[in-house]
């Protein structure tokens, strides 16, 4: 299995913010000492690729430095170079993943899942929507005509949902925290909003019960996971409580449906804001040592496209 890390293109942050940039660093050595893929650097995306999804105005000022204040300010980063070669980066890696994931069945982005951003705007720490960009990257190239995409990080993917509102090609199917940021929801075309505490089992039942819906609904040539560390009780963004064990069992129950039914995978990490950064970085490890056993395990070639 491949996985395509960006680690090394690093956001430089101030002192004491939120978001935690070293966790990507931890968690590539982590998978590189466990031997669990093969990794690579990806590529950055090109203006094209991030234009079938961005206008061109905001990929611009992006680019340049020239967002105004209040946009900076919605996505909770301050501008440098270092933060757009990250951001591009990062859509280079879910790309990559994609691609790859059509030759092999599954691949990995070690980042990735900024599903908070539009067309014009970033919000809540994601600048392109790497998702999105290569939903319609692939499309293009014709390389995928049907895309389902399976969020299960802790807030909605209100970028990822509006971007793909009325698509029949793009299938959105959102698992989230209903009392938890983005406050203003977007329609996924299936969304299942899920109460604080709700836990493993009833988290765990209501996956069960949506994933094959959206499965047969969808009738996707590629899928991309957006997995989230942040469900887990001791995240500091999230409320749903669940634990380790039950994160370990999303992943599996995700990973192993869609291989089953010959669906590739790509997998992107999402959020995740332990208050303990360990227990983030072994949620996302989990979800890579899931993916890379059901990956060996599955052997078989994806159907063709």
């Known amino acids: 299995m491949k996985a395509y890390y960006t680690d090394q293109f690093v956001l430089p942050l101030p002192d004491g913010h939120r978001f935690p940039m070293a966790k990507y660093g931890m968690l590539r050595a982590r998978v590189a000492a466990a031997r669990l893929a093969s990794l690579e650097v990806p590529a950055a995306a090109a203006d094209h690729d991030l234009e079938r999804v961005h206008t061109p105005d905001y990929v611009r000022r992006v680019s340049s430095g020239t967002l105004d204040p209040a946009a900076r300010r919605a996505i909770g980063f301050p501008w440098s170079p270092g933060m757009v ?19 092999d069945g599954l691949a990995v982005n070690l980042a990735g899942g900024t ?118 009780v001791g995240d500091r963004l999230g409320r749903l409580g669940l634990t380790k064990d039950g994160l370990e069992e999303r992943d599996r129950t995700v990973l192993g449906t869609l291989l089953k039914k010959g669906v590739p995978v790509a997998v992107t990490m999402a959020g995740g804001y332990g208050r303990d950064l360990h227990d983030t970085v072994d949620i996302h490890f989990a979800t890579v040592r899931q993916a890379a056993h059901l990956s060996a395990a599955a052997g078989a070639r994806p159907r063709s496209v």
């Not at 591009?88 to 030759?103: D, E, F, K, W, Y």
């Not at 949902?161 to 929801?185: C, H, M, Q, S, W």
Request: negative net charge.
């Open 115 to 232: 599903h908070h951003a539009f067309p014009d705007h970033g919000e809540g720490f994601c600048v392109f929507n790497d998702a999105a960009v290569t939903a319609r990257t692939l499309q293009a190239e014709a390389l995928a005509r049907r895309v389902l995409i399976v969020d299960c990080d802790v807030h909605q993917g209100n970028g990822t949902a509006a971007i793909f509102a009325g698509d029949e090609r793009v299938f959105t199917l959102d698992l989230f925290a209903e009392k938890n940021y983005p406050f203003r929801k977007q329609p996924a075309d299936l969304a299942v909003p899920l109460p604080d505490g709700s836990g493993d089992a009833r988290y765990l039942d209501r996956l069960a019960d949506a994933l094959p819906r959206a499965i047969a609904t969808s009738r996707p040539d590629l899928a991309i996971y957006v997995s989230g560390a942040d469900p887990h």
């Open 85 to 103: 070669e990250r951001a591009r980066r990062s859509v280079g890696a879910t790309l990559a993943a994609a691609r790859q994931a059509l030759v």
